[in-house]
Structures are given as structure tokens and as C-alpha cells.
């Protein structure tokens, strides 16, 4: 399934997003966490892959046997990060090869060390540039790009980061899957600039439920996103109780998405960590729409 089709008018699109575990054990249990995900029909399954393309082939094993075992449609994630435009297409020339049927097609975090992003010789400076080749050469895969609902980080303001976006969406990012955020107003703001600058692809939220505070801060200082009193407070109150904690988080991830849902998201798209019980108690507690996809 082209990863378009997940949303529009009949549908919501419910997907979820993985990475590639670092020992055998690690992935023995995403794939049980994984066949716990899946009823709930999700739309496609993402997986990234780590810094500079540290784990290519396993994002494809792991991805590839999503696909196989759970009859789910698949999508990876692909930065330009440390390769070239040749070593871009023959990674995507494996991906089809193995059944991939979708990309999340992003510039990448600048390498470990560099303050800012660099593109090498013969590769690509910009995620639009990237569709660009996608589209062209590999016309049959549905292509995702991020959006962000506080501003990208490195964006001198939200005019700038908007038509950053935009630049994607016209080189043929047929979704915009959003970075994760606490503040339903910052998605719903993002949303409607979006539509006022004329991007007619799904702008489709991304949210991790958080059940470890400490966990969520580092995250969060990493990507920028804000972590509201309303959300941290429960999770300070709940102290060293793991269990409050993963409680706390949650009901407040559960409140998030039936608002999203309720103000008219075309989908959710769920960073699950490579587990299942957070994701499915919240999916537990919502009222999705009877076109949920599967």
C-alpha cells in the first residue's frame, strides 16, 4: 500500500514506528511487540535506521520481515547522511527488491560531533532534494516527510521551516508525518499554517507516550520539543513509581490523541520505542474513527 492511501476522506490512518534493535534478544521481543500492535490494523509499519546509516541492512532485515509475517505495508526511513546519491539508489533498489513499498525520505541530524549538517561529495544537502530523486527514479514508492509543529531547530523562524516543507511536498512528499510534540495547539496551528500555505498532503501527528520522565527529557533536549506543567507535573508526583509514571503518561498520551482525533487528524502515528504496552493502552482508551485502516 502506498503510503497516501492510509488517509483521506473514509479513512484514518493509525501507524507505527520502529528502530532496529542492538542484540538478538532485543529483536526476538519487537517482534512480539509487534504482533501485539498489530490489532489494531495499523496502516504501515516505519523503521529508522541509526546515526549515518549505521544500520541500513538491519532496518531492511527487520522492515522486510514486517512485512512478511504480518501482511503489513512497510515503510523506511532514509536520510542523506554520509552517503552519496549513488549509494541513496542502490539502497532504495534493495528496498524494493525486498518489498518496501515506502520511504520516509529526511535530511538526516548533522553526524555526532558536528554542529551543523554537511553534505558530502556527490550527495545531497537538502531532504527535498532527496524526494526529488525518489520521485524520479523510483516512482512506485509512496514517499513521507517530517514536519514541525514548534519549528525545526535549525529554522530561523516558522515562515522559513514552513517553506522548507513546502519545498518537500512539491518535490512529491505525498505525507508530512510530524516530529513528536506535547501541545495539541502547536499541531493544530502547524496544521492550519500548512493549509493556508496551500500543502494539501496529510499532516499527520506523531506522538510518543511517555511513561519514564527522565527518559522524555533527554529526548526532548535533543529535538526542542516543549514538555508542558500539565503533562510533567502527574510525572513528578508519581516520583520513582515506575507504575504511576507509565499511568500518568498514559492518561495524559490518551487525552492527546482523542483531541487530535476528535479536532479532525487524518491519522496518528505512534513512536512506540520498540514496545507495545504504552501504545495499546492508549489506542485502548481512544475512540478512533470507524474507517480506522488496516
Avoid: W
Avoid at 549538517?117 to 524520479?136: D, H, S
Wanted: one cysteine or more; proline letters at 5%; a negative charge.
Amino acid at each position: 500500500m502506498r503510503i497516501s492511501e492510509a488517509y483521506g476522506a473514509g479513512k484514518f490512518g493509525v501507524s507505527f514506528e520502529l528502530f532496529p534493535p542492538k542484540t538478538p534478544e532485543g529483536e526476538r521481543a519487537l517482534y512480539g511487540h509487534v504482533e501485539r500492535l498489530m490489532a489494531y490494523r495499523p496502516s504501515y509499519i516505519t523503521c529508522t535506521y541509526g546515526a549515518g546509516g549505521s544500520t541500513q541492512d538491519k532496518t531492511l532485515e527487520i522492515i522486510a520481515r514486517v512485512r512478511k509475517e504480518f501482511g503489513v505495508s512497510v515503510a523506511t526511513h532514509l536520510t542523506c547522511v554520509g552517503r552519496t546519491a549513488d549509494q541513496l539508489r542502490d539502497y532504495l533498489a534493495r528496498a524494493e527488491s525486498m518489498g518496501v513499498e515506502n520511504v520516509v525520505a529526511l535530511r538526516g541530524d548533522p553526524p555526532k560531533g558536528d554542529d551543523t549538517f554537511r553534505a558530502i561529495e556527490g550527495g545531497y544537502r537538502y531532504a527535498n532534494e532527496l524526494v526529488t530523486m525518489i520521485r524520479q527514479d523510483f516512482p512506485g514508492l509512496g514517499v513521507a516527510v517530517a514536519g514541525y509543529p514548534e519549528v525545526h531547530q535549525e529554522a530561523t523562524d516558522p515562515k522559513v521551516d514552513l517553506e522548507n516543507l513546502k519545498r518537500k511536498v512539491d518535490s512529491g512528499g505525498e505525507v508530512v508525518i510530524t516530529q513528536l510534540f506535547y501541545d495539541n495547539a502547536d499541531y493544530l496551528r502547524f496544521r492550519d499554517l500548512c493549509q493556508a500555505a496551500g500543502l494539501t498532503a496529510p499532516i499527520v501527528p506523531g506522538l510518543l507516550p511517555v511513561t519514564n520522565l527522565a527518559q522524555i527529557k533527554r529526548i526532548t533536549s535533543l529535538c526542542g520539543a516543549r514538555l508542558p506543567e500539565e503533562m510533567t507535573a502527574p510525572l513528578e508526583a508519581a516520583g520513582d513509581d515506575a507504575d504511576a509514571q507509565f499511568a500518568a503518561g498514559v492518561e495524559y498520551a490518551a487525552r492527546q490523541a482523542q483531541e487530535l482525533i476528535d479536532a479532525g487528524a487524518p491519522g496518528v502515528h505512534f513512536y512506540v520505542l520498540n514496545k507495545s504496552q504504552a501504545t495499546s493502552r492508549v489506542l485502548d482508551s481512544v475512540s478512533l474513527p470507524a474507517t480506522t485502516m488496516g
